[in-house]
Nanobody
Framework: QLVSSGGGLVQPGGSLRLSCLAS????????VVWFRQAPGKEREGVSCLSPGDDSIYYDDSVKGRFTIARDNASDTAYLQMNRLKPEHTAVYYCGARPPVITAQDACQPPFRTWGQGTQVTVSS
């Protein structure tokens, strides 16, 4: 199971840091997947990071604003979100996929639910 946390209400231009804590799997051996679902929209990939950090993908809407990272010692992944915009509002989820595909491919739908997501609301 993967549990996302760190969401909240933030003003445009603000920052949040999401965390993804893994249990029952060794996240260090998987490609980390961050995806989101906005109201009335399909789930979409945000950022993905392969084991060893040698393959990283960012959706165009978050490039230069979001940074994905992992801490293998604690089997935790992070998504640092800077310069947030209202269109980033969504429930954010983390997932894990086998490292047999590229980070870009791992960030393509469909996405199943690995655990609870965290609400990010960007509004003034």
């Amino acid at each position: 199971q993967l549990v996302s946390s760190g969401g909240g209400l933030v003003q445009p231009g603000g920052s949040l840091r999401l965390s993804c804590l893994a249990s029952q799997i060794a996240l260090r051996y998987y490609t980390v997947v961050w995806f989101r679902q906005a109201p009335g929209k399909e789930r979409e990939g945000v950022s993905c990071l392969s084991p060893g950090d040698d393959s990283i993908y960012y959706d165009d809407s978050v490039k230069g604003r979001f940074t994905i990272a992992r801490d293998n010692a604690s089997d935790t992944a992070y998504l640092q979100m800077n310069r947030l915009k209202p269109e980033h509002t969504a429930v954010y989820y983390c997932g894990a996929r086998p490292p047999v595909i590229t980070a870009q491919d791992a960030c393509q739908p469909p996405f199943r639910t690995w655990g609870q997501g965290t609400q990010v609301t960007v509004s003034s």
